[in-house]
């Protein structure tokens, strides 16, 4: 069957992000105050797979693997 796995990257808590800080600073110029921003990186991967379970193992293993450094990101999946 086929499963499609959304998976959601993001820094860890008190980790910097450089990309969110200059979003924020670009959107306070332009008339957007935002009291904070951060930045994600969402993956949509369709598998065949014998079920729901089987896709979120994998889509664990894909994260732990390559998808995310463990000591500085945090990660989300549905499937």
């Given at each position: 069957?086929?499963?499609?796995?959304?998976?959601?990257?993001?820094?860890?808590?008190?980790?910097?992000?450089?990309?969110?800080?200059?979003?924020q600073?670009?959107?306070?110029?332009?008339?957007?105050?935002?009291?904070?921003?951060?930045?994600?990186?969402?993956?949509?991967?369709?598998?065949?797979?014998?079920?729901a379970?089987?896709?979120?193992?994998?889509?664990?293993?894909?994260?732990?693997?390559?998808?995310?450094?463990?000591?500085?990101?945090?990660?989300?999946?549905?499937?």
């Amino acid at each position: 069957m086929s499963y499609t796995v959304k998976i959601t990257i993001s820094l860890k808590e008190g980790m910097l992000d450089p990309e969110a800080r200059a979003i924020q600073h670009a959107l306070s110029n332009l008339g957007f105050a935002t009291e904070s921003l951060s930045t994600a990186q969402v993956f949509f991967i369709t598998m065949d797979v014998p079920s729901a379970g089987d896709a979120r193992q994998r889509a664990e293993e894909m994260c732990e693997r390559l998808l995310a450094n463990p000591v500085i990101h945090s990660y989300e999946i549905e499937v």
